[in-house]
């Protein structure tokens, strides 16, 4: 046998082997496919997706979609709690900056936080008072509030203790301005006269007072 003969023989028998393997391949798909191996979803109840480092960037688990920077610190949390949606947003260190809802009972939230936690400005439209800005001093206490009711907008602005000050509100019969006393007195009115303002169940503590981190616990949050 020559040397060319030879390597038709080799050739032969490796084309050979190839297909071989190929048809084997393509069988293991057939039977997969018939017994329901392979039916286009997947079903998990955990996913993590790491970096080249090992390092998880994502995670979902449950009800909760979290996205982690290169440190391994979330910045990102999506969530479906009891009240609603929720999504919060976080920085470098952990605490939550920014966070929007929408709860079932009261209607959709925004907070913006500091980097201590505190909750610095919150807007929210209330189901029954209407919408509502509120921003706040470093310690997290209400200062300043606008509302929006049935009867017109208002402005409050608090002291230190959480008392309202002074009040701004307009109706259908004008503007009003009002200054209190540190009980929350009365002590000036412009005009004198008395106008119907409904302060709504605002006057003493905003909806949006409540701190972001609180409206909603994520599950997924300090599950890693």
């Known amino acids: 046998m020559t040397t060319e003969e030879r390597l038709e023989r080799l050739e032969r028998r490796n084309c050979w082997m190839l297909l071989g393997v190929v048809l084997l391949i393509l069988g293991y798909f057939v039977i997969a496919t018939q017994s329901g191996m392979f039916t286009g979803i997947i079903h998990a109840k955990h996913f993590v997706v790491v970096d080249s480092q090992g390092q998880t960037r994502a995670e979902l688990v449950g009800e909760g979609l979290s996205l982690s920077d290169r440190n391994g610190k979330e910045r990102a949390v999506l969530c479906l709690v009891e009240n609603g949606p929720a999504l919060a947003l976080c920085d470098g260190n952990g605490e939550i900056r920014a966070a ?13 936080s500091d980097k201590n936690g505190k909750t610095r400005a919150g807007m929210d439209v209330d189901e029954k008072n209407g919408p509502d800005i509120g921003l ?3 310690a997290g206490q209400p200062c300043a509030e606008m509302h929006v009711t049935e009867n017109g907008p208002g ?19 004008g503007p009003t301005l009002k200054m209190l006393d540190e009980n929350e007195k009365t002590i000036l009115r412009l005009p004198e006269t008395k106008l119907k303002f409904d302060w709504g169940d605002n006057q003493q503590t905003s909806p949006s007072t409540t701190n972001a981190g609180n409206w909603y616990e994520c599950a997924t949050r300090g599950n890693k």
């Open 136 to 138: 706040f001093d470093k």
């Open 155 to 173: 402005l409050g602005l608090r002291d230190g203790n959480g008392k309202f000050r002074a009040m701004v509100f307009v109706n259908n019969d």
């Open 100 to 112: 929007f809802g929408v709860d079932e009972k009261t209607g959709p939230k925004l907070t913006l």
